[in-house]
């Protein structure tokens, strides 16, 4: 597959105030590219785009679920840089891990607005400037894209939703000499990861039903890189760790056969009753 080359392209990327958002970012303006940068905290947005380039990143502060801010934020970034090339759709929030009978609606909408919506609303924005200028976009999804959400269902939706989104766009945006990706990451050594995950018990004993080697963290500058090697070569999937990949592939033979060793496996169904527990609980997304 040729590359594409991004020296004096433009970007901009959603969640790039830090992990892997801001790990894309770096990647991309080592190509010679762009970058606008968004997330919520405009202090934060600014000190990242200052920390990867005097000129080449620009920081703007808005939020994914605001349809009029990320008008204005596409709108800044093609008045600064001339145009939009790409846009990294990477914005998203976990939830405390529970079952959905003890997840508090306002939680479970929450992340599905900021996760799904939010996506929505990246590309909706960026998508007449990608068209004219025959761009690419990622959708950030996640391995709950093909595998069982149990105890994180909100999150798991709202990732099988974006990757939905991804392969209609690629198909789409044929026509019009566009392209797009869908990114589908496992453990990154993020701050979401280490919140949803080292600072709760109980999540940390779901993860351990799974396959050893499945447990493998990577370091937000690993996906950040498969992203952005991604663009270059316009792929319709990038996933990290690769060991994942087989199981995107066979998920319609996995998944039944997990979803059935999960619902007879004691100690799964023992953690889903603590889970369960937690009903009431206040559990404010991120």
């Not at 929505?120 to 069982?148: C, K, Q, W």
């Not at 701050?191 to 050893?212: F, G, I």
Request: with cysteine; charged share 25%; proline share 5%.
């Amino acid at each position: 597959m040729s590359r594409h080359d991004l020296t004096d392209r433009v970007a901009l990327v959603t969640g790039g105030a830090r992990g892997i958002g801001l790990a894309t970012a770096r990647a991309l303006i080592a190509r010679g590219a762009s970058v606008a940068i968004v997330d919520l905290d405009a202090a934060a947005t600014t000190g990242a785009a200052a920390q990867l380039h005097a000129t080449k990143a620009l920081g703007l502060a808005a939020d994914v679920t605001d349809r009029s801010a990320m008008q204005c934020a596409v709108a800044t970034a093609v008045e600064r840089f001339g145009g939009l090339d790409i846009v990294v759709a990477n914005a998203g929030i976990p939830s405390r891990v529970a079952t959905f009978r003890a997840t508090p609606p306002e939680t479970f909408e929450r992340v599905l607005d900021v996760n799904l919506m939010g996506a929505a609303r990246t590309v909706d924005a960026a998508l007449p400037e990608i068209i004219r200028r025959e761009g690419h976009v990622v959708l950030v999804s996640s391995i709950y894209a093909f595998m069982n959400g149990v105890g994180a269902a909100p999150y798991a939706m709202s990732k099988a939703a974006v990757e939905q989104l991804g392969r209609a766009l690629r198909v789409e945006l044929r026509q019009h000499g566009a392209s797009a990706s869908v990114a589908y990451f496992g453990l990154i050594d993020t701050e979401m990861v280490r919140q949803v995950l080292d600072r709760d018990p109980l999540a940390h004993s779901m993860l351990e039903a799974l396959p050893k080697p499945l447990h493998e963290r990577l370091a937000p500058s690993v996906a950040g890189e498969a992203i952005v090697r991604g663009i270059e070569r316009r792929r319709p999937r990038i996933i990290r760790p690769r060991r994942w990949a087989p199981m995107s592939v066979l998920r319609g033979i996995l998944g039944p056969l997990t979803d059935a060793h999960m619902e007879r496996d004691e100690r799964t169904q023992e953690n889903l009753r603590k889970l369960e527990a937690r009903t009431g609980d206040a559990q404010p997304a991120t």
